[in-house]
């Protein structure tokens, strides 16, 4: 069997709802920007995804109530967390026994606070890979699960093939921009060529978040998750 089998088939077997590969080359000059020389020199990258609980995800409206809360962040934040970088680190390590690099991204650690973003976005590496767009909530949609899957990834120079960019598929929708609490998306479409900033206020959303964490002990709201066309369930 190929490398890419062997690896896509540890991951379905670690529960990984998402798999796939990214050319990289598209967006070196924003990996350049956001993690410097040693991040941007991998070619390519494994984008690994694990779908959110959706009663979890449903009750979010709630998220004040601190039960709400904390199964939410337990479970489909920290846990999940842990259950992707464990996946990383595994599949790495057979990766590199195979003669090649793999460089495993933490799957949610900040690199920089000035720039409230990680060394590499999975979002970024998802969206080439083919598993879905980037929606105007800066979150990766897939046509699955819609925005409702935490990811990671590992940078790699195992020449795997890699997917297609999926495009959008949002269209005229705002539902996301128009649930945000504190109007922290413009609605613009994701453009390679454009800044985060250009749809998305990081800054406003952390500092909403932190007056959640001060009053309930934790900073969960999720409304562009919760409130999204492609993740709910069509009810018939």
């Known amino acids: 069997m190929s490398l890419l089998t ?13 798999f796939g590969v990214a050319d990289l080359a598209p967006a070196r000059d924003a990996i350049l920007d956001q993690g410097g020389e040693i991040v941007a020199g991998y070619p390519r990258a494994i984008s690994l995804g694990f779908r959110l609980f959706d009663p979890l995800v449903d009750q979010l409206p709630g998220r004040r109530e601190r039960a709400v809360a904390v199964s939410y962040r337990l479970h ?19 990766i590199q026994r195979s003669g090649y690099k793999a460089f495993p991204v933490p799957s949610s650690a900040r690199a920089s606070d000035e720039k409230i973003c990680a060394v590499f976005s999975h979002k970024m590496a998802a969206h080439l890979a083919g598993l879905g767009w980037i929606g105007k909530s800066c ?13 990671t990834t590992i940078l790699t120079d195992a020449p795997l093939k890699a997917g297609t960019p999926m495009d ?34 990081a800054r406003r959303c952390e500092k909403y978040l932190n007056g959640l964490e001060a009053s309930t002990g934790y900073g969960v709201c999720g409304m562009c998750l919760n409130i999204c066309p492609h993740g709910k369930k069509v009810e018939k």
Not at 6 to 18: H, K, S
Not at 76 to 94: E, F, G, H, T
């Open 168 to 201: 959008t598929r949002c269209g005229d929708c705002r539902d996301c921009v128009d649930a945000c609490p504190v109007k922290a998306f413009t609605g613009r479409d994701f453009t390679e060529a454009e800044p985060r900033e250009a749809r998305y206020d």
């Open 139 to 151: 979150l990766l949609v897939t046509p699955e699960a819609g925005p409702r899957v935490r990811w």
């Open 6 to 18: 062997d690896l896509e088939d540890l991951a379905r077997d670690e529960g990984a709802d998402f």
């Open 76 to 94: 489909c934040y920290d846990v999940i967390n842990q259950r992707l970088d464990l996946l990383a680190s595994r599949l790495s390590s057979v």
